[in-house]
Nanobody, 117 residues
Framework: QVQLVESGGGLVQAGGSLRLSCAASGIILGINDMAWYRQPPGKERELVARVTNSGVTDYVHSVKGRFTISRDNAKNNVYLRMNSLRPEDTAVYYC???????????WGQGTLVTVST
Protein backbone atom coordinates (compact mmCIF):
# COMPACT_ATOMS: atom_id res chain seq x y z
CA GLN A 1 0.00 0.00 0.00
CA VAL A 2 1.21 3.49 -0.86
CA GLN A 3 0.52 6.56 1.25
CA LEU A 4 0.82 10.12 -0.02
CA VAL A 5 1.25 12.99 2.42
CA GLU A 6 1.04 16.60 1.28
CA SER A 7 2.47 19.63 3.02
CA GLY A 8 3.05 23.30 2.32
CA GLY A 9 -0.46 24.69 2.06
CA GLY A 10 -1.58 27.78 3.90
CA LEU A 11 -2.80 31.34 3.62
CA VAL A 12 -1.05 33.72 1.24
CA GLN A 13 -1.85 37.10 -0.25
CA ALA A 14 -2.56 37.48 -3.93
CA GLY A 15 0.70 37.68 -5.85
CA GLY A 16 2.50 35.54 -3.34
CA SER A 17 4.08 32.11 -3.64
CA LEU A 18 3.79 28.70 -2.03
CA ARG A 19 5.53 25.38 -2.55
CA LEU A 20 3.58 22.19 -2.03
CA SER A 21 5.33 18.92 -1.33
CA CYS A 22 4.06 15.36 -1.51
CA ALA A 23 5.92 12.39 -0.10
CA ALA A 24 5.05 8.82 -1.04
CA SER A 25 5.76 6.03 1.38
CA GLY A 26 4.90 2.39 1.82
CA ILE A 27 5.51 -0.53 -0.50
CA ILE A 28 6.42 1.19 -3.74
CA LEU A 29 7.35 -1.02 -6.66
CA GLY A 30 6.99 1.71 -9.23
CA ILE A 31 5.10 4.92 -9.93
CA ASN A 32 4.10 6.27 -13.29
CA ASP A 33 2.56 9.72 -13.47
CA MET A 34 2.42 11.98 -10.45
CA ALA A 35 0.16 14.97 -10.40
CA TRP A 36 -1.51 17.71 -8.43
CA TYR A 37 -5.26 18.18 -8.52
CA ARG A 38 -7.31 20.83 -6.79
CA GLN A 39 -10.88 21.24 -5.68
CA PRO A 40 -12.10 24.82 -5.20
CA PRO A 41 -14.99 25.42 -2.78
CA GLY A 42 -18.23 24.18 -4.30
CA LYS A 43 -16.56 22.92 -7.47
CA GLU A 44 -15.32 19.64 -8.87
CA ARG A 45 -11.78 18.39 -8.58
CA GLU A 46 -9.58 19.33 -11.54
CA LEU A 47 -6.13 18.42 -12.77
CA VAL A 48 -3.62 21.21 -12.20
CA ALA A 49 -0.32 19.72 -13.32
CA ARG A 50 1.12 16.33 -14.16
CA VAL A 51 4.62 14.94 -14.55
CA THR A 52 5.55 11.58 -16.04
CA ASN A 53 8.32 9.40 -14.62
CA SER A 54 10.52 10.66 -17.47
CA GLY A 55 9.91 14.29 -16.54
CA VAL A 56 7.40 15.36 -19.16
CA THR A 57 5.04 17.95 -17.70
CA ASP A 58 1.58 19.20 -18.52
CA TYR A 59 -0.46 22.03 -16.99
CA VAL A 60 -3.99 23.28 -17.01
CA HIS A 61 -4.11 26.49 -19.02
CA SER A 62 -4.96 28.72 -16.05
CA VAL A 63 -1.69 27.97 -14.25
CA LYS A 64 0.76 27.85 -17.16
CA GLY A 65 3.67 30.19 -16.55
CA ARG A 66 2.85 30.50 -12.84
CA PHE A 67 3.08 26.94 -11.48
CA THR A 68 5.91 24.44 -11.85
CA ILE A 69 5.63 20.74 -11.09
CA SER A 70 8.70 18.64 -10.40
CA ARG A 71 9.50 15.24 -8.94
CA ASP A 72 12.30 13.39 -7.25
CA ASN A 73 12.10 9.82 -8.48
CA ALA A 74 14.65 8.59 -5.94
CA LYS A 75 12.45 9.79 -3.09
CA ASN A 76 9.09 9.32 -4.82
CA ASN A 77 8.28 12.93 -4.06
CA VAL A 78 6.45 15.47 -6.15
CA TYR A 79 6.40 19.23 -5.73
CA LEU A 80 4.34 22.15 -6.96
CA ARG A 81 5.84 25.60 -6.96
CA MET A 82 3.06 28.19 -7.21
CA ASN A 83 3.91 31.79 -8.05
CA SER A 84 1.74 34.83 -8.70
CA LEU A 85 -1.11 33.24 -6.80
CA ARG A 86 -4.63 34.49 -7.40
CA PRO A 87 -7.76 34.25 -5.28
CA GLU A 88 -9.18 31.79 -7.82
CA ASP A 89 -6.32 29.41 -6.97
CA THR A 90 -7.93 28.90 -3.56
CA ALA A 91 -8.66 25.19 -3.21
CA VAL A 92 -7.75 21.98 -1.50
CA TYR A 93 -4.78 20.59 -3.41
CA TYR A 94 -4.40 16.83 -3.72
CA CYS A 95 -1.37 14.78 -4.65
CA UNK A 96 -1.87 11.86 -7.03
CA UNK A 97 0.29 8.93 -8.05
CA UNK A 98 -0.40 6.20 -10.55
CA UNK A 99 0.95 2.74 -9.87
CA UNK A 100 3.24 1.47 -12.60
CA UNK A 101 2.33 -2.22 -12.32
CA UNK A 102 -1.34 -2.23 -11.34
CA UNK A 103 -4.41 -0.09 -12.17
CA UNK A 104 -4.29 1.43 -8.67
CA UNK A 105 -4.20 5.16 -8.14
CA UNK A 106 -3.19 6.82 -4.90
CA TRP A 107 -4.36 10.09 -3.40
CA GLY A 108 -3.20 12.25 -0.55
CA GLN A 109 -5.55 13.73 2.04
CA GLY A 110 -5.23 17.22 0.60
CA THR A 111 -3.75 20.49 1.74
CA LEU A 112 -5.67 23.76 1.77
CA VAL A 113 -4.36 26.76 -0.12
CA THR A 114 -6.13 30.04 0.52
CA VAL A 115 -5.24 33.13 -1.49
CA SER A 116 -6.55 36.38 -0.07
CA THR A 117 -7.13 39.63 -1.95
Amino acid sequence: QVQLVESGGGLVQAGGSLRLSCAASGIILGINDMAWYRQPPGKERELVARVTNSGVTDYVHSVKGRFTISRDNAKNNVYLRMNSLRPEDTAVYYCYAGDRYTPKNYWGQGTLVTVST
